[in-house]
């Protein structure tokens, strides 16, 4: 028997008990001798001492058709500290325990209700900040990747059988599948396995947020406009440049999109060690950016000096000119008129901002949701977990190796021992094939109450 509860003061608290006593437990805390599965009820809560604790809504789920698949109630009371607190040391009294991170959906994949695939998703879904994100993890829990997994599955079965058929009619010298058939299938299943692998880099960024680093030079009011669109002083703000020694990052979700916004240490010539760890580090979240912010004080820029540090850049960020970045020029509050040979930077997307009065910063959010509009159309397949990805890699290499099997002409044993470790693969993904410290490791990063 477990329960959990949702901690805090507010209008409601909910508590749910999974186990194989929810039913007399009810009765105990209730006083009341039936309950109907599934309704609603309004009953007295009443402590272990007899004292009446609250009125509350119980609804009671039978097996297995519960989310756990064990017999289920959920107890809504008035979400008062005194009443969840009496309350749960009244279940403590009658012999239950807090729930684990995760425990009622670890439970529900251990009685089937759901495979592992789909339990993991529950936890996406939870966590999930953006629409892209959300529709992924909500077609992984109502088991559309999983029945794509199945026929793919399925397929390499029917192959396995087939040559495993043929070994039982060696002597007739049967064949059921023909080896140029065999290949073309295996060849569509490590395509489609390539498929999947190469939708994960994506799939990750949304998941964790589309890392925008901000780089410039000391001073130039990048932590200012960090602080501008999170609207929070999450950087420290000074007039002594240098003040940033390290990254700081946090997230933002704008029209639908999650970004991880990186503000970095300034970029500068100095003997300090201490900064130029800084600035090291600054380089190599520049190496990890989807979109650089290159910020420009607007009352100082040197247009000839400008070209020289972008130069810098590209013998320190390979694949600098892959990447996507927009200068913005900061402190417009500080000049009359833009210098016009600012303008003679036609290969820039180019914001005029002022991140201490927060002008433009919203002109700025739409050019950055711009740059990236047509690159994350994703599937509902995409990949966005790093153990679904390694395993499909191994399928991958699994395939890759019954082609080269087949090509050298290797008996149908050895091609089918190939396949089925790519089958097994399948099963880590789905959990028929997991082991324990698996399962407490991706169960352990759940919140309590799911």
């Known amino acids: 028997m477990c329960y959990s509860y949702t901690p805090g003061i507010g209008a409601i608290s909910m508590i749910r008990i999974s186990g194989n006593e929810t039913l007399e437990t009810l009765k105990k805390i209730t006083k009341r001798e039936e309950f109907s599965i599934r309704k609603a009820h ?12 609250d009125d509350a809504v119980v609804i009671y789920y039978k097996s297995p058709h519960s989310y756990t698949g064990e017999d289920v109630a959920e107890i809504f009371i008035h979400g008062s500290s005194y009443i969840q607190k009496t309350l749960l040391e009244t279940l403590m009294d009658l012999d239950l325990r807090l729930a684990e991170p995760g425990e009622f959906t670890y439970r529900a994949f251990i009685n089937g209700k759901m495979d592992l695939l789909q339990a993991e998703a529950v936890n996406d879904l939870v966590f999930s900040t953006n629409s892209k994100h959300h529709n992924i993890a909500l077609n992984q829990l109502r088991g559309g990747f999983s029945k794509k997994l199945s026929q793919y599955r399925d397929e390499l079965i029917r192959l396995t059988a087939l040559l495993e058929l043929e070994i039982d009619f060696s002597e007739e010298d049967v064949e059921f599948v023909s080896r140029d058939e065999l290949k073309n299938i295996i060849i569509n299943l490590i395509d489609e396995a390539q498929r999947l692998m190469d939708s994960y880099r994506n799939g990750n960024v949304v998941k964790r947020g ?9 001073n130039v009011g990048k932590s200012t406009l960090l602080n501008a669109i999170l609207n929070d002083d999450k950087a420290i703000v000074s007039e002594i440049p240098g003040t940033t020694r390290d990254a700081i990052e946090d997230q933002f979700t704008y029209l639908g999109h999650t970004f991880r916004f990186i503000d970095t240490a300034g970029l500068q010539k100095t003997v300090d060690k201490i900064e130029n760890i800084g600035i090291e580090r600054s380089y190599d979240k520049m190496r990890e950016a989807y979109i650089i912010l290159y910020i420009i004080d607007i009352s100082k820029f040197d247009y000839f000096q400008f070209l020289g ?18 200068i913005v020029f900061n402190k417009i509050d500080l000049i009359e008129r833009i210098p016009p040979h600012i303008f003679d930077l036609k290969d820039y997307e180019k914001v005029f901002i002022s991140a201490k009065r927060k002008e433009n910063i919203e002109v700025l959010l739409d050019k950055i949701v711009n740059s990236i509009k047509d690159d994350f159309d994703l599937e509902t397949d995409t990949l966005i977990n790093i153990r679904h990805y390694k395993a499909f890699n191994d399928i991958k ?8 099997d087949i090509e050298k002409n290797m008996p149908n044993d050895i091609i089918a021992l190939d396949l089925r470790q790519s089958i097994d693969s399948i099963g880590r993904i789905t959990g028929e094939i997991v082991t324990d410290d698996i399962l407490d490791h991706i169960f352990s990063n759940f919140c309590i109450g799911k």
């Open 309 to 326: 540090e972008i130069d810098e850049l590209k013998t320190q960020i390979q694949n600098f000119d892959n990447k996507k970045m927009i």
């Open 397 to 404: 290499d699994s395939l890759s190796l019954a082609l080269k």
């Open 42 to 53: 309004y009953c007295e809560i009443f402590s272990n001492s007899g004292e009446l604790l």
């Open 210 to 218: 589309i890392p925008v680093t901000i780089i410039g030079k000391p």
